[in-house]
T-cell receptor
Framework: QQPVQSPQAVILREGEDAVINCSSS?????VHWYRQKHGEAPVFLMI?????EQKGHEKISASFNEKKQQSSLYLTASQLSYSGTYFC???????????????FGKGTKLSVKP | KAGVTQTPRYLIKTRGQQVTLSCSPI?????VSWYQQTPGQGLQFLFE???????NKGNFPGRFSGRQFSNSRSEMNVSTLELGDSALYLC????????????FGAGTRLSVL
């Protein structure tokens, strides 16, 4: 089941803040966040794991509500370099937790203007 | 450390043909996943290989297949190409698979005419 991201697109001025949300209908093991700039490969931002562990860039902030199967990515004091499409990927546990796969949402396009 | 390498970067094929795409993961990574990216659909999971075994498969027809070699390099094959197969195909490598950070290659842009 593909996670749902909101908003689909957002336009910011430099210095403004934004929140990108990711919601799943399945119980999740982890949520992953990636950013893709036009014509480039997606780049890792953050992993949030069930139980509270997080791995990611220091300047990136995110939350994971396990009960609601929701995650939010917080972009504060945005810079021009933040522009791109943000994808959340959700991992659900199958077969007793030994296997799973990462399913990505359709993305949120973020444009930061000077 | 070299990143994930995908070849070729661009391909043009006609309907009915078949195509093979290649992905060389980061050294030491045992997992390779493949994704299809089309405008508005995001990244759609095709399959994941770990130590030469397919661990997971997405909802794609049997025309899409893959394999992984002992050196972790992976190939994806699409047979009997359709116009709708036109997309950017991305591979991602990771040390352990879906629980880990995914390192993406730049992708292969496939155009089916």
């Amino acid at each position: 089941q593909q996670p749902v991201q909101s908003p689909q697109a957002v336009i910011l001025r430099e210095g403004e803040d934004a929140v990108i949300n990711c919601s799943s209908s399945k119980a999740l093991y982890s949520v992953h966040w990636y950013r893709q700039k036009h014509g480039e490969a997606p780049v890792f931002l953050m992993i949030l794991l069930k139980g509270g562990e997080q791995k990611g860039h220091e300047k990136i902030s995110a939350s994971f509500n396990e009960k609601k199967q929701q995650s939010s990515l917080y972009l504060t004091a945005s810079q021009l370099s933040y522009s791109g499409t943000y994808f959340c990927g959700t991992a659900s546990m199958n077969y007793g937790g030994s296997q799973g796969n990462l399913i990505f949402g359709k993305g949120t396009k973020l444009s930061v203007k000077p | 450390k070299a990143g994930v390498t995908q070849t070729p970067r661009y391909l043009i094929k006609t309907r009915g043909q078949q195509v093979t795409l290649s992905c060389s993961p980061i050294s030491g990574h045992r997992s390779v996943s493949w994704y299809q990216q089309t405008p508005g659909q995001g990244l759609q999971f095709l399959f994941e290989y770990f130590s030469e075994t397919q661990r997971n498969k997405g909802n794609f027809p049997g025309r899409f297949s893959g394999r992984q070699f002992s050196n972790s390099r992976s190939e994806m094959n699409v047979s009997t190409l359709e116009l709708g197969d036109s997309a950017l195909y991305l591979c991602a490598s990771s040390p352990g698979g879906w629980r880990d950070i995914q390192y993406f290659g730049a992708g292969t842009r496939l155009s089916v005419l």
